[in-house]
């Protein structure tokens, strides 16, 4: 009896190939965006975390949010949910990896830069806890959406100085803090950033509180720190704005009532000089009720 071995031909090698190939191009994309919803899904998680640990904070200071009192890590609001929250790795967002020292290189000598001149090394001024990474959520401080609506400040901050003067600090003076118990020298400001009244929201569930950002700390959610990168950026301004929109064209935000949401970057112009945020910008004030119309923010007056 004669035996054949038989085998693949060249041409059927080359359409298994081509099918793979073409699986693959299909399927890859797919698989990238089941990690970026992945990634988005724990971002948002974290941000409801955060909202806890500040509804806790509320409640124990006379239902007033955090202020900011020093420059850096320290002098942000989300420093101060550490003690309810016990960890400071829930302010790292998943899609937000730049490194401090990588904005420390670039961004500590910025002075003419719109975000300022930072000492972010670790054990720095401004990074006394050694942070790694840079964090990815800011708080409207509001210090930029200040308005004459009711004759007061309307960002979710009520400071009723000018942003130059309250971003002064005293130079001269350093005060000892605990945080998660390590013990730091924190380098307060001039003057303090009162935080806002939970009575003074008018509502909360339209109020955003923390939302991603990729502004250094005192990390804010201002329009700045949230569109994408243009051509006259300084090197440091491309540095952090480089993944923006971050979540596929999006951000994640969480309200002062402590629900979190995503909403679809929108890029609107405004007489600002940023492209806006989100839909509805009047939800960055807290005089906002969602009929009334604080620094005209329907009708551009931003």
């Known amino acids: 009896m004669k035996h054949t071995r038989s085998a693949f031909t060249l041409i059927e090698l080359l359409v298994v190939i081509a099918i793979i190939a073409i699986l693959a ?5 797919v698989f990238a965006q089941a990690r970026e919803k992945a990634r988005a899904i724990s971002c948002i998680s974290n941000e409801k975390q955060l909202g806890t640990g500040l509804m806790m904070y509320v409640q124990d200071y006379d239902e007033r949010l955090p202020t900011s009192w020093a420059k850096g890590f320290p002098g942000d609001p989300l420093f101060f949910v550490q003690p309810y929250l016990k960890s400071l790795g829930v302010l790292h967002c ?35 806890t050694g942070e790694g990474q840079m964090w990815g959520y800011g708080f409207n401080v509001g210090p930029t959406w ?11 901050m009520a400071d009723p100085r000018t942003s130059a003067e309250a971003s002064g ?51 804010s959610i201002q329009l700045q720190a ?17 993944s923006n929109p971050r979540h596929t064209g999006g951000w994640n935000f969480m309200h002062v009532d402590g629900h979190a949401k995503y909403q679809k970057y929108t890029g609107q112009a405004t007489n600002w ?14 005089a906002y009720d969602g009929g009334n119309n604080p620094g005209n923010c329907k009708t551009g007056g931003l």
């Open 226 to 242: 949230l569109r994408p990168t243009q051509a006259t950026d300084s090197p440091c301004q491309k540095l952090l704005n480089a």
């Open 146 to 156: 200040f308005s004459t609506y009711s004759g007061s400040a309307d960002g979710l």
């Open 169 to 219: 600090y005293d130079g001269s003076t350093t005060v000892p803090m605990s945080i998660l118990g390590h013990m730091i020298n924190v380098t307060p400001r001039k003057y303090v950033r009162p935080g806002a009244a939970l009575p003074e929201i008018a509502a909360p569930s339209l109020i955003l509180m923390v939302g991603d950002t990729m502004e250094p700390p005192l990390s």
């Open 273 to 286: 000089g940023d492209p806006g945020s989100v839909s509805d910008l009047c939800t960055y004030f807290k």
């Open 25 to 29: 191009a299909i399927l890859f994309p």
């Open 94 to 128: 998943p899609d937000f990896t730049v490194s401090t020292a990588s904005a420390n290189t670039t961004c500590g000598n910025a002075a003419n830069d719109s975000y300022g001149a930072w000492d972010l090394a670790p054990g720095g001024r401004d990074n006394p």
